[in-house]
């Protein structure tokens, strides 16, 4: 397992990898506290500053308002199928979009399953490539985010793509 941190206006992004696929994400935060966040769930994995340098410039654009589809691959085999599909689903909102939980739970063929939805969105493992920050209330109103800096920092990633209304 590597792990790198990719330093931008916001603070230090972090990101971790397994066998070339990503299986972790850190939003933006003071590097140390990225650094100590990742080492406490991987101890065992290593720094690469090199690592997914494709990735580290689309991380750099996404941050600098750049209109960013994450082509990069994915580990999500530790979840559930029903998970699975969620944040498969949830990766396929556009930039600068948003989708209601409703929608996500209809997508994946469990249309009374929005509490479900919302529960996988929580435990998301790969903020910004599954861009759980897009997931929204039926109503419009921005919902959780289980981010450190809750839902000022889920504001302020709608705000950077201009999806709020």
């Given amino acids: 397992m590597e792990y790198a941190i990719v330093e931008i206006?916001?603070?230090?992004?972090?990101?971790?990898v397994r066998r070339g696929k990503l299986i972790g994400t850190f939003l933006p935060a003071a590097k140390q506290v990225v650094k100590r966040a990742i080492r406490t769930r991987w101890p065992d994995a290593v720094e690469n500053a090199a690592l997914m340098p494709e990735f580290q410039r689309s991380i750099a654009a996404y941050f600098c308002g750049n209109s960013i589809k994450f082509s990069v691959e994915v580990d999500v085999s530790d979840f559930t199928p029903f998970?699975?599909?969620?944040?498969?689903?949830?990766?396929?909102?556009?930039?600068?979009?948003?989708?209601?939980?409703a929608d996500l739970a209809r997508a994946v063929g469990k249309p009374r399953a929005s509490r479900a939805v919302g529960g996988t969105m929580a435990v998301n493992p790969l903020p910004l490539v599954v861009p759980c920050h897009r997931v929204v209330r039926s109503d419009g109103s921005i919902g959780g985010f289980s981010s450190p800096r809750g839902?000022?920092?889920?504001?302020?990633?709608?705000?950077?793509?201009d999806a709020l209304t």
């Fill in 9 to 16: 206006a916001w603070g230090a992004f972090g990101f971790v």
């Fill in 83 to 101: 998970q699975q599909s969620v944040l498969e689903s949830c990766r396929r909102i556009p930039y600068g979009h948003t989708a209601s939980y």
């Fill in 151 to 161: 839902l000022a920092e889920k504001e302020r990633l709608l705000r950077l793509e």
